[in-house]
Nanobody
């Protein structure tokens, strides 16, 4: 079966960096658009970043542009999220997700993603 497993979350201070990883299995990773979403307590799930199957194109949510970088290693079936200059408002559970649809087709819409990980908690203290 398909599995997406996030790791790398934790408790950090404002200004610090974290790198999240999402290891996948059970799917043909190299043909899937991959995305990262996050959800803070009491808030809706928010789009963070998405990357094309080849890794050549990426999109970011407005709140993370210039600070976060999404990347992928198709040989390792893994997608990453490098998070720099973290802010308290970046706190939340971060989820990776996979979908077969092309990147440009509503990449920011969570219900277009078929597979989801269990999430990893990121907490940024001020």
């Amino acid at each position: 079966q398909v599995q997406l497993v996030e790791s790398g979350g934790g408790l950090v201070q404002a200004g610090d960096s974290l790198r999240l990883s999402c290891a996948t299995s059970g799917l043909t990773f190299g043909i899937y658009t991959m995305g990262w979403f996050r959800q803070a307590p009491g808030k809706e799930r928010e789009f963070v970043a998405a990357i094309s199957w080849s890794g050549s194109t990426a999109y970011y949510g407005d709140s993370v542009k210039g600070r976060f970088t999404i990347s992928r290693d198709n040989a390792k079936n893994t997608v990453y999220l490098q998070m720099n200059s973290l802010k308290p408002e970046d706190t939340g559970v971060y989820y990776c997700a996979a979908r077969i649809r092309p990147l440009n087709d509503g990449h920011e819409i969570s219900n277009t993603y078929r597979y989801w990980g269990q999430g990893t908690q990121v907490t940024v203290s001020s």
